[in-house]
């Protein structure tokens, strides 16, 4: 082997070994859903710049909120990523039976029954817990409605906070009066069952939605700005970087409010000291530093 090959495998070696150890997989995720709680897309936006990660991670804007309440802010979440994908099925749109014809209901049922239990289910349902966010890849399924008003009730009982999809999205006006926060493309959504038009490719595995590649275990915010995904391996540091300049942007807000005599609101609620709250999660405290 030559000298060029010995220098580009120690290459190889040494960015493997230094993104092994930039992963972040050993922290919790409870204190990845600590740090994260109440972070603004703006200030994670910012923090992923500050390490290097330009452009990265920030979804298409088509991906919003389908309801917003800016009194109790109950559209913004944030969590740990759980992920699935369904596709447009590739198998016959239909029992091979004339299903006009009452007599060929109980064919309809068989054949929906196995649908949902074989093809199209909800396997990823497993990994929900607490502070999950649902992220469904879902474009181009044919018009399905993967996620309607009942299941993400049933997602949120688990422990869901909530629910990122490329389209795909039923019984909307059940959702938004349920508060059920959801981001989607909502000129995407879907009206049919998924009997007969999609099926499930892929659990825990990355998918990519608005423009974005999620892995299972990143972390996901979002709120009216959007939403934007951290990387598992930087989410310590760009956590802390976020926290850092909402507490700044608090406190600088909090003396506007006083000097034009605005009565305070929950925005400009001062938060835990940026060193004081790090050091309680065990974290460094100053993420700026070696």
């Not at 330009?54 to 389908?66: E, H, Q, R, S, W």
């Not at 999609?198 to 972390?219: K, L, R």
Request: charged letters at 25%; glycine letters at 10%; hydrophobic letters at 35%.
């Amino acid at each position: 082997m030559g000298l060029f090959g010995c220098i580009s495998i120690s290459f190889l070696l040494i960015s493997l070994l230094a993104y092994g150890q930039e992963t972040g997989n050993d922290v919790d995720d409870a204190v990845l859903i600590e740090l994260y709680q109440g972070a603004r897309v703006t200030d994670v936006v910012d923090g992923m710049v500050t390490v290097g990660y330009m452009d990265v991670g920030v979804m298409d804007p088509k991906i919003a909120p389908l309801w917003k309440d800016v009194e109790t802010m109950e559209h913004r979440f944030s969590g740990i990523a759980v992920t699935v994908r369904y596709g447009p099925t590739n198998r016959p749109m239909h029992p091979g039976a004339d299903l006009t014809k009452p007599e060929n209901y109980e064919v309809y049922r068989q054949w929906r029954g196995m649908w949902y239990s074989q093809l199209s289910a909800e396997p990823f349902g497993e990994f929900i817990k607490e502070g999950t966010v649902v992220v469904m890849d879902n474009k181009d399924d044919n018009d399905t409605g993967s996620t309607g008003s009942k299941n993400i009730m049933d997602w949120q009982e688990k422990g869901a906070v909530g629910l990122v999809s490329a389209g795909g999205v039923r019984d909307i006006d059940e959702i938004i009066r349920q508060k059920n926060p959801v981001y989607t493309n909502y000129f995407e959504r879907g009206r049919g069952e998924r009997i007969g038009r999609n099926e499930v490719i892929d659990v825990q595995q990355p998918v990519v939605i608005g423009g974005c590649t999620v892995y299972p275990g990143d972390v996901v915010v979002a709120d009216s700005d959007g939403v934007v995904v951290v990387p598992r391996r930087v989410a310590v540091r760009v956590g802390q970087i976020a926290y850092q300049e909402l507490v700044d942007d608090i406190k600088g807000r909090r003396a506007l409010y006083e000097d034009t005599g605005r009565a305070y609101d929950e925005t400009v609620e001062l938060p835990e000291e940026p060193a004081t709250f790090f050091k309680r999660l065990g974290l460094p405290e100053d993420p700026n530093k070696p």
